[in-house]
């Protein structure tokens, strides 16, 4: 193959290469707003604590508990949504407006369904704590926070699909606002309800989550009225080609290993919370400071990788395989770099950091001691999540799935487990652990990049190409401009 057709410099031989300006400025313009957007989306968690850490350390544990089951439950769904990437991006790249609107239907389809789904697994918090021996006296704080959560499942999971939507068409304003917005609104509601201000009683972790709920409700009708001139012709008329069993089969088998692989991911993290519940409430509260900081950085690379998974899709949806890989190679420096230095700010400062989020010593030390193994895994943690997003934005996303179930649940966890309760580090074990299996999923990672980004990458289709066809599955189809809706 000749590299004018399909990026190869020599038969059977990829052509990699550094972006070129114009390519980078194009990452760099879209991953500043979609990175904006992931770090006001952690920020709203962050405001949780910072407010509900004044109330009390029972409070602070009991939203770190309520968090890690709402997110366990939650976190297979946004996954599964994150297959709009490929569907939306690559139709953007082909000119292929009706694959962009059946792709943004199928997504809100897909979402009421993984309502149903989630709010029946949010249910059973307390039970499911309990069983877990968690401490007694956050149990009950902890499972009225989830509860109080499960009405805002729907809107969250809508809110997502007009994101990803709105990502892969490269309008991000409208996003952007809706953050801003949120923050906003997320703030006043916990003021009323954690604190017990107008006329509302004082509820602490628990209003904090009728506030996330809220928030939620009042982020999804926002979005959607601030792009509406965008989303509209889009969601209107209704594609009866949405509903059709074929397409959708194919948009869940491309969503579904996404949302098990972030689930192995954070169900690890989600565990090892569980596992340092048994040393105790301050062993929780200060694995939650540590945890929300590393996460609230972890955003940056989280949002470069989401902006290279559309510029790699695009690139694919135009038949441009070399575009697509030097789109990779520009997502992996900027999302790389910016973890190094973090890492470095978390290894020469991690008391002040921890102090921010509250005022009681034994916490803040023992966050302190877990932010510069917290920096050690930055690194690691950057390449993973951005060589990720490349995978997904050429839609391979079943071995990136069986890679993640292997370094974090086979290797990681584990080791965690038996440097906390066997090698006596406590809470540093349960880090450690985590480090190392970031670290093995990001080497499986780019070894996976490398090999799946070096052969022919050709647009996923969802939809027959016309009358006659058979039944529509996820495949590799070829790069057309556009066909018929």
Known sequence: M????????????????????????????????????????????????????RISAVDLAAIALGNVYWFTCVIFGMGVLFALDPVIAQSVGAGDEE????????????????????????????????????PEE????????????????????????????????????PVVWTIVFGNVANVALNWVFIFGNLGVPRLGAVGS???????????AGFILAGAWPILRGYLIPYRPAALRRGPLLGFLRIGTPIGLQMTFEFGAFGAAGLAIGWLGTIAVAGHQIALNISALTFMVPAGVGQATAVLVGRAVGRGDPAGARRAGVGGLLLGVGFMCGTAMVFTAVPELLA???????????????????????????????????????????????????????????????????????????????????????????????????????????????????GPAVAREGKNLPSHPG
């Open 2 to 53: 000749t590299a004018s057709a399909g990026g190869f410099d020599r038969p059977g031989r990829a052509r990699w290469g550094l972006p070129r300006r114009n390519e980078l400025r194009e990452l760099v313009e879209l991953a500043l707003p979609v990175v904006t957007v992931q770090v006001g989306a952690m920020m709203l968690g962050v405001v949780d604590s910072l407010m509900v850490g």
């Open 209 to 219: 989550g009728w506030a996330s709920t809220g928030a939620r409700f009042l982020m």
């Open 138 to 173: 956050v149990v009950p704080v902890a499972a009225g926070y989830v509860l109080a959560s499960i009405p805002g499942v729907l809107p969250f999971f809508l809110f997502l699909a007009f994101r990803q939507t709105l990502q892969s068409l490269g309008r991000m304003a």
């Open 99 to 134: 694959g962009v609107a059946r792709g943004l239907q199928r997504g809100i389809l897909v979402a009421v369904g993984l309502t149903v789904l989630t709010s029946v697994l949010l249910l059973p918090a307390g039970a499911v704590l309990t069983w877990a021996r968690q």
């Open 355 to 469: 102090g921010l989020y509250t005022p009681e010593v034994a916490v803040v030390a023992l966050a302190a001691s877990l932010l510069p193994i917290a920096g050690l895994f930055q690194v690691f943690d950057g390449i993973q999540v951005v060589a990720a997003s490349i995978l997904r934005g050429v839609g391979d996303t079943r071995v990136p799935m069986l890679m993640n179930l292997f370094g974090f649940l086979v290797i990681g966890l584990p080791v965690g487990l038996l440097l906390t309760f066997k090698g006596g580090l406590g809470a540093r074990g349960i880090w450690w652990g985590l480090a190392l299996g970031l670290a093995l999923v990001s080497v499986l990672l780019l070894l996976r990049m490398r090999l799946r980004m070096g052969r022919e990458l050709r647009r996923i289709v969802l939809d027959d190409e016309g009358p006659g066809s």
